[in-house]
């Protein structure tokens, strides 16, 4: 299969909702070709390669940023610290970890490795968010262009993966990122500002803003 082959996003089933092809690889040019369409993999232990394209699909304008009083109270305490593309590899990782439900996560160690590999290549980033030294939240996701692609997030203490969020949301503003992709809907993103819209939207998004060039890691402009 060629990497920059997909079928037409108006092939997605409705049932799974916006489940689009199977089969296929997580090489970067594989990967790419998916984000700048809007499309993306998930798939759990024994299933081939999923690829999804939801309808409506959730994102977040950084203008549009919603910061709750809790959080805000957070970011004022001074008690969380966060840095950019400093541990992505510590990020990932904690993010495929199982949760508490003791489900396990769609992050296998071939999604890792994909990952990893863009981030090596300038296109995958995270944010970290530390207490006392301790990595206590954070997320990563891709860039093309003027979009990140968020893909998962962790927090093992109160708020931290919601500092992580407001910090990337102030590096969107700063590289004029237009867009932030939640990929699909959620209360918890709704209450800080995201929301939907159809996937045509999205896409008409993803042809002004998202482009493959690699702009490299954040961390040579960031602490």
């Not at 997580?26 to 309808?55: K, T």
């Amino acid at each position: 299969m060629d990497p920059d082959w997909f079928p037409p996003l108006d092939q997605a089933l409705r049932e799974p909702p916006g489940l689009l092809a199977a089969g296929g690889d997580l090489r970067p040019a594989r990967l790419l070709a998916a984000y700048e369409r809007g499309i993306f993999p998930w798939y759990s232990a024994q299933q081939p390669i999923l690829w999804w394209a939801p309808d409506p699909r959730m994102v977040l304008f950084p203008e549009e940023f919603k910061s709750s009083r809790s959080l805000k109270k957070t970011l004022r305490n001074g008690t969380c610290q966060t840095r950019v593309d400093h541990a992505f590899s510590d990020v990932i990782r904690a993010c495929a970890a199982p949760r508490r439900s003791g489900a396990d996560t769609w992050l296998n160690a071939d999604m890792i490795a994909s990952y990893e590999e863009l981030f090596s290549l300038g296109f995958g980033h995270s944010v970290e968010t530390y207490s006392a030294g301790e990595l206590v939240g954070g997320l990563y996701g891709i860039q093309l262009g003027q979009v990140f692609f968020g893909e998962s997030m962790f927090s093992h203490r109160r708020d931290a993966s919601k500092v992580a969020l407001a910090r990337l949301v102030e590096e969107c503003r700063g590289r004029d990122i237009r867009l932030i992709d939640c990929q699909v809907a959620s209360t918890h993103l709704a209450s800080l500002g995201a929301r939907e819209l159809p996937r045509s939207g999205f896409v008409a998004l993803l042809r002004r803003y998202a482009r493959r060039a690699p702009r490299g890691s954040w961390a040579d402009l960031s602490g």
